[in-house]
């Protein structure tokens, strides 16, 4: 069984941007409380992921490579996708992942950490903002059906 162990932070400043971005689509053909069933299609790669627990830092996640082609067609059966760059930053040994979303979403700039256990040390950039892992409002499951936009 796979686990995720994942910190979420809000971004500040633009020092991330010089890294390269990758365009991702995604969307979600199930969303329940507990779980998720998501297709993202991420430049020419495609993914089915599977995503259960109702702990915002640490789940189980099952992620399964599919041709590119399949995941553009599993994208026409979700009601809403999410558009988001993807700029994966290296910083002292710390591998970061910081999505700038678009569409509905736009303004919103979010960069997760994957641990191998809930409290591993890890370095933090200065451009690393608030904490916002137990917000389940940031969980894309959450920002495809309320996105950024519409909050209040």
Sequence with gaps: MGIEIERKFLVRGDDWRRYAGVSIRQGYLARERDYSVRVRLAGDSGTVTIKSGTDTLKRSEFEYAIPAVDAAELLKLCR????????????????WEVDEFGGENAGLVVAEVELDSEDQAFHKPSWIGEEVTHDSRYLN???VARPFNTWT
Excluded: N, Y
């Design 80 to 95: 809403h996708t999410i558009e988001k760059t993807r700029h994966v930053v290296d910083v002292q040994g710390t591998r």
């Design 141 to 143: 499951s959450e920002l």
